[in-house]
T-cell receptor, first 114, second 109 residues
Framework: DVKVTQSSRYLVKRTGEKVFLECVQD?????MFWYRQDPGLGLRLIYF???????EKGDIPEGYSVSREKKERFSLILESASTNQTSMYLC?????????????FGAGTRLSVL | GQNIDQPTEMTATEGAIVQINCTYQ??????LFWYQQHAGEAPTFLSY????GLEEKGRFSSFLSRSKGYSYLLLKELQMKDSASYLC??????????FGTGTKLQVIP
């Protein structure tokens, strides 16, 4: 079974803090993704990576950065957390075999910024 | 860009059949996904349609009509465990998947 693991299920941070969300997958997938999920807005793509050290902006990259130093790990960084970044964050991964490939999701990290 | 519309909520009775619609406006796409997401859990893959027509997989079927900009997910013999959100998503250009806002289905006894 494919496993995508996010380091925390719940996280509470203060405004201005630097926040790291970690995601690890165990299936040697090339592609990894970070989404945020908000009521009424659905899943929105923040960043994705198609290979080690490669990254591409998604639809809402402002206020975020990412790091992919190893194939299995994709980190989302909030340089200076703000209250509007309170959300559910979902990581996903998949093989690089075309757009029809299934994305496998982690269980999510619910981040609250106070 | 891509615009995807789904009903926000639906309610159906255990044992019944329910159809969840998804309409979209897009300049082009490769295929259409359906994912299921139980409350507090990760989305999980249900189906992927590339060609027009109906794809059946057990109690779940998915239909696509590219000319009408329309898809639906059909759930038969509803069970209480089918209560979840159902996400429609378009597979666009390289690596890009765009999700709709999801339909929350409640199955009642």
């Amino acid at each position: 079974d494919v496993k995508v693991t996010q380091s925390s299920r719940y996280l509470v941070k203060r405004t201005g803090e630097k926040v790291f969300l970690e995601c690890v997958q165990d299936m040697d997938h090339e592609n990894m993704f970070w989404y945020r999920q908000d009521p009424g807005l659905g899943l929105r793509l923040i960043y994705f990576s198609y290979d080690v050290k490669m990254k591409e902006k998604g639809d809402i990259p402002e206020g975020y950065s990412v790091s992919r130093e190893k194939k299995e790990r994709f980190s989302l960084i909030l340089e200076s957390a703000s209250t509007n970044q309170t959300s559910m964050y979902l990581c996903a991964s998949r093989w690089d075999r075309g757009p029809g490939n299934i994305q496998y999701f982690g269980a999510g990290t619910r981040l609250s910024v106070l | 860009g891509q615009n995807i519309d789904q009903p926000t909520e639906m309610t159906a009775t255990e044992g019944a059949i329910v159809q969840i619609n998804c309409t979209y406006q897009t300049s082009g796409f490769n295929g259409l996904f359906w994912y299921q997401q139980h409350a507090g859990e990760a989305p999980t893959f249900l189906s992927y349609n590339v060609l027009d027509g109906l794809e059946e997989k057990g109690r779940f079927s998915s239909f696509l009509s590219r000319s009408k900009g329309y898809s639906y997910l059909l759930l038969k013999e509803l069970q209480m465990k089918d209560s979840a959100s159902y996400l429609c998503a378009l597979a666009g250009g390289y690596q890009k998947v765009t999700f709709g806002t999801g339909t929350k289905l409640q199955v009642i006894p």
